[in-house]
């Protein structure tokens, strides 16, 4: 959002982001306002530990509503995924400023919710699916972040010129950094010709990331391969579960990092030999695990832990290895295969930051702002709007 927003405000709109909560802490996502963007805070603050539940998202989505609605007319309304079913919003918001509407689909819900744990009957299940369905066919615009989502939202009758691909970029900070000196590297005690080999998990880890084929390699790779180090950085709900699991296996290779600052980045993605991006298999079209074009970007092959048909899988091409993620000894043997090949690690990672080099955040506000600006178009054919200076987001 920070780097979408302040491009759009760039190429000379005014932008609005309505967001729910509060800063909390010293988490990459609270960066500086860009310039030209105003953010306004709902106020609600959120409890340590709290884990939402149906009531507290559809709170979240009633309070971010009624602050949308106090704002001055716009002429584009943009919704996200988070909370759930904020498309909902949209065509309510889109009328009260006779605007246009577009859905900036980052999750597919309520289908997700089962899958990150969320119980809900069967029934409410499914009157909430045929609502978001409506809501994402009355919106103006809809963009999917992989193909295999494009292709469920477009099962679900939305018009398929309606829907626009347009992927998740790396973070722009990343870049590739020689593993030499590297401070995440030295803060686990490995030095530069030592021979160990550092397979990293960094992000959030929540029930949509499973992690029992993880800490089955984990397992194996004590036992056979003592150099190989498996590192999990990062928050979420799941690092629990995995930390107890690893106490009772008595793992000794397995370490933990927290949340990094986003000055620490592109260091911590370049710390390690080998990544770990995982994805349940039940999650395929319903999300895309945006940590992997960081990781690519940070020149560094991965295992993708997730379904061989989705948008992660087919961006592993040359670049990394599909594998299932309950699949312990294929994780373990891949760590192996990796570890003992250097060549390979290097000539994969060089591929994939050159795949990043071609979609990044300046190209995709680019690709934004042209969508907005038809859609704002397409909408003052069919409504004539006064004249303004500069159009609003």
Request: glycine letters at 10%; a positive charge.
């Amino acid at each position: 959002m920070s780097d979408l927003s302040g491009r759009i405000a760039a190429a000379g709109w005014r932008v609005t982001v309505v967001a729910d909560g509060e800063p909390v802490g010293d988490k990459a996502v609270n960066r500086a306002v860009p310039d030209g963007v105003t953010l306004i805070r709902t106020g609600r603050r959120v409890a340590e530990g709290e884990r939402p539940d149906a009531r507290a998202y559809l709170e979240a989505l009633c309070r971010l509503t009624a602050q949308a609605l106090r704002l001055p007319r716009h002429d584009l309304v943009v919704t996200m995924t988070d909370p759930p079913m904020l498309a909902l919003a949209g065509p309510v918001l889109a009328a009260r400023h006779g605007a246009a509407s577009l859905h900036w689909c980052q999750d597919l819900y309520p289908d997700l919710l089962p899958v990150l744990g969320v119980r809900m009957p069967d029934l409410l299940l499914r009157v909430a699916g045929r609502g978001m369905a409506r809501a994402l066919r009355r919106q103006g615009g809809v963009i999917a972040i992989g193909r295999c989502m494009r292709e469920r939202i477009v099962a679900s009758g939305v018009a398929a010129d309606r829907v626009t691909l347009l992927p998740n970029w790396p973070d722009p900070a990343i870049r590739p950094l020689e593993k030499a000196g590297n401070g995440v590297r030295r803060s686990l005690g490995l030095t530069e010709g030592d021979g160990r080999f550092l397979v990293a998990y960094s992000g959030t880890l929540g029930l949509a990331h499973p992690m029992d084929g993880v800490l089955e390699a984990a397992v194996r790779l004590q036992h056979s391969d003592p150099s190989v180090i498996v590192l999990l950085v990062g928050e979420g709900r799941g690092f629990t579960a995995v930390e107890e699991a690893a106490r009772l296996r008595g793992l000794r290779n397995l370490h933990r990092l927290p949340w990094q600052p986003a000055d620490r980045l592109a260091e911590c993605l370049s710390g390690a030999d080998l990544h770990l991006v995982a994805m349940d298999p039940a999650a395929e079209g319903l999300l895309v695990p945006s940590k992997l074009a960081g990781v690519q970007a940070a020149g560094r092959p991965c295992l993708f832990l997730g379904p061989a048909g989705s948008e992660a899988a087919a961006q592993m091409d040359g670049c990394g290895m599909v594998i299932d993620p309950f699949d312990g000894a294929a994780i373990a043997e891949a760590v192996r295969a990796y570890a003992a090949a250097p060549d390979r690690c290097a000539a994969e990672g060089k591929r994939a930051a050159r795949k990043t080099e071609a979609w990044t955040a300046d190209r995709a506000a680019a690709a934004f702002v042209g969508l907005a600006e038809h859609l704002v178009d397409a909408r003052r054919a069919v409504r004539p709007l006064l004249g303004r200076p500069l159009p609003y987001a």
